[in-house]
């Protein structure tokens, strides 16, 4: 394998050895109509995630061939690749259960084929966290190509956002307030072209990160999918991507601490899908750093918060590319962010930004007149989440900032089905709902069941909000009082995991409390009456990942995965950073 100072590229050890390894590898590549010119250029992967049973990754095949002309035109070989394609409608039990499976598929192939630089292409929630983390990993030159956001939804005049408006329908439906045929006019409108959602869900919100770490080519993230300019984008990427092989520019040169904080910002200012914490995480412990969820708490608290997209917003995506896009919000922000820090295009921070406007200050609002003085998302901890909890506290009901409430309880995501909508559920609009066991382990896989419905009963009084609390995830188009990612999680006996109806609930937004308000010696006796669940799996996969995955505060990667000095302490069982304090 090429080393960075040793002046072979990787490609050159597999096509200029003279050894009948050599011969082979020449030979069996221009079977397929490559030339002996074209493989003494650099080799570059494109890792393609096109599956047609991923619906945001449809167009990707379109892409693909114009960072292959980019490649070719700057002089590389491109070789297109596989790895599996994770889409969040389809997958089950949840696609949070595949990311690490992506991410080592990903890293794998990288490390196996003569590839000495890589355009990693993907939009859908998880599938460039698993390839920033593997290239994190490999440490080859990489570029994120993000696929892009659909275009607006339309119907009878108004914008609709994938998928933030699918809980609405839905809900209003349940209400009884939208016929099954507006409903299904709704399903065909909302989704109208290629691209993954166009709110700033969790994919909008990576493909964000990814620019706004440095390693997507400026104004990438925001350009429609079926925009004419993402397929420029994707040749230029192509370009790109040959001239940091030559530079022998990797991503642990741009993937630094202080870009991890630029991304952080550009997350808090955007509003962006808690989902990105948990990525983020991940990501730093690839890079051999810990990144405790305090980090995003205090960068929250320092950032404003700007771009008025739904769903903690007014527009969508489409809107943004028009105002400039992350190039003109990392503009705004630019006082706050480390300006000096490499990118993909081999310039700085500050270089890239040279020149960029703001388009649209209805989208994107001064940092002199923000929308919030401080950013998206609040980090919880009290006895309910020693080691953390998050909400996104732009999308909470201004009265349950402060709230105390009773606990209606539900062990598992099958008792919250058979009992929500019962109408003699003991319930009203200032209880607080628990849904315990839908965690790393508990699920297993941590699904987006954060956002637990609303009883039908309440529904029909007009609630559409409550506080509800998991060990879950929520999808980045979510909205309401969630409190997610409670860590550590019920299945590892975390305290979640000795609540029970009728126990009172305080959320303190501004002092960052979840408390239980439960005295210690009935705590204490509720804990020693806990029962272990059973494992999920006895096989595959899925064992695999029950056994290995860390808890949310430590970006639910595989222990084996991280860096040895960032593991916890013991791998059996509470995998949480409160173990890695104990290091
Ligand atoms: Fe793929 Fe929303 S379903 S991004």
Redesign the pocket.
């Given at each position: 394998m090429c080393n960075k100072n040793d002046g072979h590229r990787k490609s050159e050890t597999y096509f200029q050895d003279q050894t009948m390894w050599g011969f082979v590898h020449r030979s069996f590549t221009k079977s397929m109509g490559y030339t002996d010119e074209d493989i003494r250029k650099p080799v570059i992967g494109i890792c393609n995630t096109f599956s047609e049973l991923?619906?945001?990754h449809a167009h990707f095949n379109d892409l693909v061939d114009y960072v292959k002309r980019g490649v070719w035109q700057a002089g590389g070989m491109p070789m297109e690749f596989p790895t599996i394609s994770i889409?969040?409608?389809y997958v089950k039990p949840t696609t949070m259960l595949l990311r690490n499976l992506a991410a080592m598929d990903t890293e794998e192939m990288m490390r196996a084929h003569p590839i000495d630089g890589v355009v990693l292409i993907g939009?859908?929630?998880k599938t460039i966290p698993a390839q920033l983390m593997a290239a994190a990993s490999v440490n080859i030159p990489a570029i994120v190509l993000a696929g892009g956001?659909m275009l607006n939804g339309r119907l009878n005049g108004e914008s609709l956002g994938?998928?933030t408006d699918c809980y609405r329908f839905t809900l209003e439906h349940k209400a009884g307030n939208l016929s099954d045929e507006q409903l299904s006019e709704a399903e065909n409108a909302i989704c109208r072209s290629d691209g993954?959602?166009m709110v700033m869900?969790?994919?909008?919100t990576m493909a964000s990160i990814a620019e706004g770490l440095g390693m997507s080519l400026p104004g990438c993230a925001a350009i429609p999918a079926v925009d004419a300019r993402r397929r420029h984008m994707s040749e230029m990427t192509g370009k790109q991507i040959v001239k940091l092989v030559e530079a022998d520019i990797r991503p642990r040169d741009i993937m630094t601490k202080e870009a991890l904080e630029n991304a952080i910002k550009v997350t808090m200012a955007s509003g962006g899908s808690t989902n990105a914490i948990i990525h983020l995480v991940a990501l730093a412990q690839r890079l051999g750093m810990a990144l405790p969820l305090e980090n995003f708490d205090k960068i929250s608290a320092e950032t404003p918060f700007i771009l008025n997209v739904r769903p903690s917003g007014q527009y969508q995506m489409e809107e943004y590319f028009e105002a400039g896009g992350v190039p003109a919000l990392m503009k705004e922000l630019e006082p706050l962010l480390h300006t000096a820090c490499l990118t993909v295009t081999g310039k700085t921070v500050a270089e890239n930004l040279d020149g960029v406007k703001v388009l649209d200050r209805q989208v994107i609002y001064p940092l002199t007149d923000p929308i919030e003085k401080d950013g998206g998302i609040v980090v919880l901890k009290g006895n309910l989440a020693p080691s953390g909890a998050l909400i996104k506290k732009t999308a909470v009901s201004e009265k349950f900032k402060k709230h105390k409430g009773r606990a209606v309880v539900f062990e598992s995501l099958i008792d919250l089905d058979n009992r929500i909508d019962d109408p003699a559920l003991d319930v009203d609009e200032n209880s607080v709902l628990i849904l315990k066991h839908v965690g790393p382990k508990g699920a297993p896989g941590m699904p987006e069941v954060g956002q637990i419905p609303i009883p039908q009963k309440l529904l029909e009084k007009g609630v559409r909000d409550m506080v509800r609390i998991s060990d879950g995830r929520i999808?980045?188009?979510s909205y309401g009082t969630l409190v997610v990612h409670v860590a550590p999680e019920a299945a590892v006996g975390g305290p979640l995991a000795f609540v029970k109806d009728g126990d009172e609930i305080e959320i303190d937004l501004q002092n960052r409390v979840l408390h239980l308000h439960v005295n210690e010696e009935e705590l204490a006796n509720r804990r020693a009456a806990w029962v272990r669940p059973q494992p999920h799996f006895d096989r595959g996969y899925g064992m695999l990942f029950e056994q290995t995955v860390l808890q949310a505060d430590m970006g639910c990667d595989f222990d084996f995965l991280v860096p040895k000095q960032l593991r916890p302490a013991t791998t059996a069982e509470n995998q949480s950073s409160d173990r890695r304090e104990e290091l």
């Amino acid at each position: 394998m090429c080393n960075k100072n040793d002046g072979h590229r990787k490609s050159e050890t597999y096509f200029q050895d003279q050894t009948m390894w050599g011969f082979v590898h020449r030979s069996f590549t221009k079977s397929m109509g490559y030339t002996d010119e074209d493989i003494r250029k650099p080799v570059i992967g494109i890792c393609n995630t096109f599956s047609e049973l991923n619906k945001c990754h449809a167009h990707f095949n379109d892409l693909v061939d114009y960072v292959k002309r980019g490649v070719w035109q700057a002089g590389g070989m491109p070789m297109e690749f596989p790895t599996i394609s994770i889409g969040e409608p389809y997958v089950k039990p949840t696609t949070m259960l595949l990311r690490n499976l992506a991410a080592m598929d990903t890293e794998e192939m990288m490390r196996a084929h003569p590839i000495d630089g890589v355009v990693l292409i993907g939009g859908c929630d998880k599938t460039i966290p698993a390839q920033l983390m593997a290239a994190a990993s490999v440490n080859i030159p990489a570029i994120v190509l993000a696929g892009g956001p659909m275009l607006n939804g339309r119907l009878n005049g108004e914008s609709l956002g994938a998928c933030t408006d699918c809980y609405r329908f839905t809900l209003e439906h349940k209400a009884g307030n939208l016929s099954d045929e507006q409903l299904s006019e709704a399903e065909n409108a909302i989704c109208r072209s290629d691209g993954h959602c166009m709110v700033m869900g969790t994919a909008s919100t990576m493909a964000s990160i990814a620019e706004g770490l440095g390693m997507s080519l400026p104004g990438c993230a925001a350009i429609p999918a079926v925009d004419a300019r993402r397929r420029h984008m994707s040749e230029m990427t192509g370009k790109q991507i040959v001239k940091l092989v030559e530079a022998d520019i990797r991503p642990r040169d741009i993937m630094t601490k202080e870009a991890l904080e630029n991304a952080i910002k550009v997350t808090m200012a955007s509003g962006g899908s808690t989902n990105a914490i948990i990525h983020l995480v991940a990501l730093a412990q690839r890079l051999g750093m810990a990144l405790p969820l305090e980090n995003f708490d205090k960068i929250s608290a320092e950032t404003p918060f700007i771009l008025n997209v739904r769903p903690s917003g007014q527009y969508q995506m489409e809107e943004y590319f028009e105002a400039g896009g992350v190039p003109a919000l990392m503009k705004e922000l630019e006082p706050l962010l480390h300006t000096a820090c490499l990118t993909v295009t081999g310039k700085t921070v500050a270089e890239n930004l040279d020149g960029v406007k703001v388009l649209d200050r209805q989208v994107i609002y001064p940092l002199t007149d923000p929308i919030e003085k401080d950013g998206g998302i609040v980090v919880l901890k009290g006895n309910l989440a020693p080691s953390g909890a998050l909400i996104k506290k732009t999308a909470v009901s201004e009265k349950f900032k402060k709230h105390k409430g009773r606990a209606v309880v539900f062990e598992s995501l099958i008792d919250l089905d058979n009992r929500i909508d019962d109408p003699a559920l003991d319930v009203d609009e200032n209880s607080v709902l628990i849904l315990k066991h839908v965690g790393p382990k508990g699920a297993p896989g941590m699904p987006e069941v954060g956002q637990i419905p609303i009883p039908q009963k309440l529904l029909e009084k007009g609630v559409r909000d409550m506080v509800r609390i998991s060990d879950g995830r929520i999808s980045g188009t979510s909205y309401g009082t969630l409190v997610v990612h409670v860590a550590p999680e019920a299945a590892v006996g975390g305290p979640l995991a000795f609540v029970k109806d009728g126990d009172e609930i305080e959320i303190d937004l501004q002092n960052r409390v979840l408390h239980l308000h439960v005295n210690e010696e009935e705590l204490a006796n509720r804990r020693a009456a806990w029962v272990r669940p059973q494992p999920h799996f006895d096989r595959g996969y899925g064992m695999l990942f029950e056994q290995t995955v860390l808890q949310a505060d430590m970006g639910c990667d595989f222990d084996f995965l991280v860096p040895k000095q960032l593991r916890p302490a013991t791998t059996a069982e509470n995998q949480s950073s409160d173990r890695r304090e104990e290091l």
